[in-house]
């Protein structure tokens, strides 16, 4: 069942362009909006009916030879993140409608979010870490073509690829980290290592891993100094960021860290690892928030903060710290997507998101204006939405903890207020100001999916006490490896936590009432802004360009000649050290007699071949290569093979034929080589040589019986209908494989006719 749920959006994608040609704009939008929306009402069936005890992997076998499985795994963890996949997902394929309109740049972008979706439940899914870390990719690559759904603007490039280059190096960390896993454990199965972490944890090679999984999960989730991706990619269209960067891509290495938090938790670096960037990313992204005046630029610098808080709250490990963490990724998902949701309405309408000329548009957008005042209550913590309840349990962690942890929770907590304030308030209770358009409230489709979604975090809140509780324990348990007893409520007194919130809430309004000073806030870097991570990043991008450049201007020069010899010598250098030093010929043995015409076919070959290397006309050269080959076909026929001699001379004549015509056009046969050149050439040329023979020599040693020989033997008769087993291997065997290389000839041909004889009007 989960496989399926897993492949319906990847099985959609492709009819999304037959829909489009005659559903446009909004309604294509509400058409596939049932994709997400009836997923999600059959996870929430799961989570409904979920008994922690019963749950058992869905495996397929793919390939087991290597132990990789179409495995899934529908626990409490997966279904919270399959419910806000699938549920702000739904949320935002209404919008994208009405925000895109009509024309196939909307429908591109359904068929790119349609893959991601998918691609997003494979990773929250998976019980294999090999096919989590290929859903994992696959957000790489569907988040690019998102982020640069713009691809006509220059800033919509830079950030698509800025995010594709740093979660993929992320990639290739957690790819190395999770082969590592399986050479300590044997297996790529996620719930097999949890069940028995022993083996890992006792490894010597612990530590690289831990460092390699982080890497991954750091990249994805932009954790300082990874952060810098996150607010550039705010150049995608709205939805795209209110889809990946607050409810989806930015939470998958949240996920990883949390799935296999059961594994390494206890362990010192990954605790401290955790806490420590975490933390950090809380710190960082919390002061960057505070001069930005784009919607977008500030839920994208205090969603930083957050992914930061959730890192550090796993870090933390204890109880309520996860159930924390838990509470706090449900409550930011859905504020926080519907704030995006809400900046794009608004800029949809008036033409702007720079706050400052912002106001005034509570009566002419209404029903934003509900969705953009809850969504930010809850973002700011005020009773009764579900972000009051996070924060209060934030708070309460946070005083069990390090000073610096709690001091660091409290001025992230007054700068969340005062963001929730700009983002979601001030742009309908500020003095009205002119906008570049007339505001107005959107239609349906920008305005349900946000008031829905908004209002899931009112009731959430509400409910806290029974809702909540239900939902929480069932996620929080997978990531504490145990059962976990939560017990959740809106209302505890007053008491120093309460205290804390009021206090924070104020503080929040306080920066806000001084919101004009921040904004002339100068540049605190100073010197060091040559240091900072997005610095770093241009610079060492501007490098692998500049090697890129020489290497390829020295390697790929255009001179056949020495692609040969950087051919020849990467073989000698990589391979030929090693052979030379481990062959053994002891057991070769050689037949010094020869019959006369053996001794002249050979003398053929060689004299040919030396005669091609000293010609001084084209002509000659090719009528020696001629005669070498010719050599070549009399060994065939002379150790019984007929059919390989009768390809050798078809292949040698053709061969001649077509160079003698070639010839004509060529231009007049030059000596380019000098004496040092001619040295080098003839060193490389007879050092391969010796190699290629010795290898040959080696092969004829030490024979290996194979299965593969064996059963091309005996299946070329009755299945190819042939006697010549390369035949019949070439033309049956691989017959597509063969067809492959034929028609990659074909198209060179086309492509060379065309460069010779379609040229341009005027020349």
Do not use: C
């Not at 297996?187 to 083996?199: K, L, R, V």
């Amino acid at each position: 069942m989960t496989l399926f749920q897993i492949l319906i959006p990847f099985l959609v994608a492709p009819f999304v362009p037959l829909i489009g040609k005659k559903r446009e704009g909004r309604e294509l939008g509400i058409i596939l909006a049932f994709i997400p929306f009836l997923l999600f009402i059959s996870f929430l069936f799961e989570f409904i009916n979920l008994k922690p005890a019963t749950i058992t992997p869905e495996i397929y076998q793919w390939i087991p030879s290597i132990g990789v499985d179409l495995a899934f795994r529908s626990d409490g963890l997966s279904l919270l993140f399959g419910l806000i996949i699938t549920g702000i997902g739904t949320a935002v394929f209404l919008f994208a409608g009405g925000y895109l309109g009509k024309g196939m740049e909307t429908v591109k972008f359904y068929i790119y979010i349609l893959i991601f979706m998918g691609a997003m439940l494979g990773i929250v899914f998976s019980d294999n870490l090999l096919l989590l870390f290929i859903f994992w990719e696959l957000t790489s690559f569907s988040s690019f073509l998102l982020i640069g759904f713009k691809h006509k603007y220059l800033a919509s490039r830079y950030a698509a690829l800025q995010a594709l280059l740093v979660t993929g190096i992320g990639g290739l960390s957690l790819l190395a980290g999770v082969i590592l896993i399986n050479s300590v454990t044997g297996t790529f199965s996620i719930s097999a290592i949890i069940s028995d972490p022993s083996m890992l944890r006792e490894s010597s090679l612990l530590v690289p891993i831990i460092i390699l999984i982080l890497g991954g999960a750091f990249t994805k989730s932009a954790q300082v100094p990874f952060h810098f991706w996150l607010p550039n990619a705010m150049e995608a269209p709205t939805p795209v960021s209110a889809y990946l960067h607050s409810a989806t891509m930015v939470k998958a290495g949240v996920f990883l860290v949390a799935r296999l938090n059961p594994v390494f938790t206890g362990i010192g670096l990954w605790n401290d690892s955790l806490m420590i960037f975490g933390g950090a990313t809380m710190v960082v992204g919390a002061f960057l928030a505070l001069k930005q005046t784009d919607l977008k630029k500030i839920l994208a610098y205090t969603t930083l903060s957050v992914l930061g808080t959730l890192i550090m709250l796993t870090g933390y490990g204890s109880e309520i710290a996860l159930t924390t963490m838990i509470v706090y990724l449900t409550a930011h998902a859905l504020y926080k997507g519907t704030l995006f949701l809400t900046a794009g309405a608004i800029d949809h309408s008036t033409g702007t998101r720079d706050v400052r000329i912002l106001g005034g548009l509570l009566k002419k957008m209404p029903f934003t204006a509900y969705a953009g005042i809850v969504a930010a209550f809850s973002m700011a913590g005020i009773i009764p939405m579900v972000g009051f309840v996070g924060k209060e349990l934030l708070y309460e962690t946070a005083m069990s903890g390090e000073p610096a942890l709690f001091f660091g929770v409290l001025f992230a907590g007054v700068i969340m207020v005062y963001s929730a304030i700009q983002a979601g308030i001030h742009p309908y209770f500020a003095p009205e100001k002119e906008t570049p358009l007339s505001p107005h409230e959107g239609d349906f489709t920008l305005t349900a999916g946000t008031v829905t979604a908004a209002t899931m975090g009112l009731i959430l809140g509400i409910l806290a006490s029974n809702l909540l509780t239900g939902m929480v324990s069932l996620a929080v348990s997978p990531v504490a490896g145990k059962t976990v007893d939560v017990s959740l409520g809106l209302w505890h007194g007053f008491n120093i936590i309460l205290l804390l919130s009021l206090g924070t809430i104020i503080a929040g309004y306080g920066l806000y009432t001084v919101r004009e000073k921040l904004y002339l806030l100068p540049q605190v870097y100073g010197p060091l802004e040559y240091l900072m991570p997005s610095k770093l990043y241009d610079k060492a991008l501007n490098l692998l360009m500049f090697t890129a450049r020489g290497q390829t201007s020295f390697f790929q020069n255009g001179y056949l000649r020495n692609y040969i010899i950087t051919i020849f010598a990467t073989a000698l250098l990589l391979v030929g050290g090693y052979f030379f030093y481990h062959l053994d010929l002891t057991e070769l043995v050689i037949d010094p007699s020869m019959e006369m015409y053996e001794a002249i076919a050979g003398v053929v070959i060689i004299a040919g071949a030396i005669i091609a290397t000293v010609a001084k006309s084209r002509l000659y050269a090719v009528m020696a290569l001629g005669i070498t080959g010719l050599g070549v076909a009399l060994v065939f026929i002379l150790y019984g093979a007929p059919d390989l001699a009768l390809t050798q001379l078809s292949i040698e004549t053709l061969s001649v034929i077509l160079f003698v015509l070639a010839i004509y056009k060529l231009p007049k046969f030059l000596k380019l080589s000098n004496r040092n050149s001619k040295i080098r050439d003839l060193i490389i040329a007879s050092t391969m040589g010796v190699f290629i023979t010795f290898v040959i020599l080696a092969v004829y040693v030490h024979e290996h019986s194979t299965e593969l020989k064996n059963f091309f033997a005996a299946e070329s008769l009755p299945g190819g209908k042939g006697r010549n087993i390369v035949n019949v291997i070439l033309v049956d065997f691989r017959a597509i494989d063969t067809m492959g290389e034929i028609m990659v000839l074909g198209i060179a041909a086309i492509g060379i006719f065309g460069l010779v004889k379609l040229v341009r009007k005027g020349g």
